[in-house]
Nanobody, 127 residues
Framework: QVQLVESGGGLVQAGGSLRLSCQAS????????MAWFRQAPGKGREFVAV????????DYADSAKGRFTISRDNAKNTVYLQMNSLKPEDTAVYLC????????????????????WGQGTQVTVSS
C-alpha cells in the first residue's frame, strides 16, 4: 500500500505559477504510476496529468498541455506538478493518485483506475 500527502497549493493571480508536491510512503514507490486529478466544486474528478515509472513517460489532459509539467523523484518518493500560466478555471482541489504497475500508451485517465488517493490541496487562481 501507499499513502499520499499533497502540498504546495495556495492562492495565485492569473498568469502565475505553483508547484504541487505529493509525498508517498512505502518502499515500492517506483513501481506505481502516479497522476494528478482536480475537482472543482460540484464537479467530478478531472484528469490532469500522469507519469509512469520515469519522468520520461507522461501524458496530459488537453487543458494542461503546454502549461503543466508532471515529474517524479523516485529517490524522494515524490511526484510534482509544475503549473504555469494559471487561469481562473484551474481553480480546484488537486489530488494525487497512484496505481500499481507501469503506464501504457493512452492510459490511465479515469479516476476509477487508481487505487490510492491523497486528501488534496486547494489551488485558487484569481482573475
Amino acid at each position: 500500500q501507499v499513502q499520499l500527502v499533497e502540498s504546495g497549493g495556495g492562492l495565485v493571480q492569473a498568469g502565475g505559477s505553483l508547484r504541487l508536491s505529493c509525498q508517498a510512503s512505502g518502499r515500492t514507490f517506483s513501481t506505481y504510476t502516479m497522476a494528478w486529478f482536480r475537482q472543482a466544486p460540484g464537479k467530478g474528478r478531472e484528469f490532469v496529468a500522469v507519469v509512469g515509472w520515469s519522468s520520461g513517460n507522461t501524458d496530459y489532459a488537453d487543458s494542461a498541455k503546454g502549461r503543466f509539467t508532471i515529474s517524479r523523484d523516485n529517490a524522494k518518493n515524490t511526484v510534482y506538478l509544475q503549473m504555469n500560466s494559471l487561469k481562473p478555471e484551474d481553480t480546484a482541489v488537486y489530488l494525487c493518485a497512484a496505481r500499481l504497475g507501469r503506464l501504457y500508451v493512452g492510459g490511465y485517465h479515469s479516476a476509477g483506475q487508481y487505487n490510492y488517493w491523497g486528501q488534496g490541496t486547494q489551488v485558487t487562481v484569481s482573475s
